[in-house]
């Protein structure tokens, strides 16, 4: 059984459109992230939720909006994608927000033209 | 959380202990030591941490140096699956916002 599984794998779609990304795990932990890795390889938080509320929130465009409808499940909604949002979205889970183990899926790349 | 100094990239002939160095020489003394790795087109891997004592798991050993400043990952017996990046990240344990910096890493290549 997949541990932390994202979908799609693949997003190709235009500027300007809105996509979702889903993930869940079913590791039975507290807390979920939604990391960035762009083209250089560069891997970055950009938020965190905890029992379903948001724990971080680094600077990242509000376009980008997560979603929690429970614990097993972190959601990335984003809106009027631009060029520079392509990059491969990685999401993870802890067994709580205070452990440093994270699990990460195996990552959507996301391609914006 | 401190910063963490690696080597860009190192090879490791297969079957051979793979020895990646890390300096955290500002680490704190609430702060573990953590390492991942990233195969090729995968997520992170989380692979061992600690805070003063060497760590061992099924995957690696942890040693760290008396004065914590810096730490070495060894994976005993490399094999070709363990070509990857390999990051070093220091974080403060036991407290909220458990943000993850992932910084360049080291590049292990398995040499055949």
């Known amino acids: 059984d997949t541990a932390v599984s994202q979908t799609p794998k693949y997003l190709v779609t235009q500027m300007g459109n809105d996509k979702s990304i889903k993930c869940e795990q079913n590791l039975g932990h507290d807390t979920m992230y939604w990391y960035k890795q762009d083209s250089k390889k560069f891997l970055k938080i950009m938020f965190s939720?905890?029992?379903?509320?948001?724990?971080i929130n680094e600077t990242v465009p509000n376009r980008f909006s997560p979603k929690s409808p429970d614990k097993a499940h972190l959601n990335l909604h984003i809106n009027s994608l631009e060029l520079g949002d392509s990059a491969v979205y990685f999401c993870?889970?802890?067994?709580?927000?205070?452990?440093?183990?994270?699990?990460f899926g195996p990552g959507t790349r996301l391609t914006v033209t | 959380d401190a910063k963490t100094t690696q080597p860009p990239s190192m090879d490791c002939a297969e079957g051979r202990a793979a020895n990646l160095p890390c300096n955290h020489s500002t680490i704190s003394g609430n702060e573990y030591v953590y390492w991942y790795r990233q195969i090729h087109s995968q997520g992170p891997q989380y692979i061992i941490h600690?805070?003063?004592n060497n760590e061992t798991n099924e995957m690696a050993s942890l040693i760290i140096t008396e004065d914590r400043k810096s730490s070495t990952l060894i994976l005993p017996h490399a094999t070709l699956r363990d070509t990857a990046v390999y990051y070093c990240?220091?974080?403060?344990?036991?407290?909220?916002?458990?943000?993850?910096?992932f910084g360049t890493g080291t590049r292990l290549t398995v040499i055949p």
């Open positions: 993870a889970s802890s067994q709580d927000h205070r452990r440093g183990e994270q699990y």
């Open positions: 939720y905890n029992n379903k509320e948001l724990i």
């Open positions: 990240i220091v974080r403060v344990g036991g407290t909220g916002a458990n943000n993850l910096f």
């Open positions: 600690g805070l003063k």
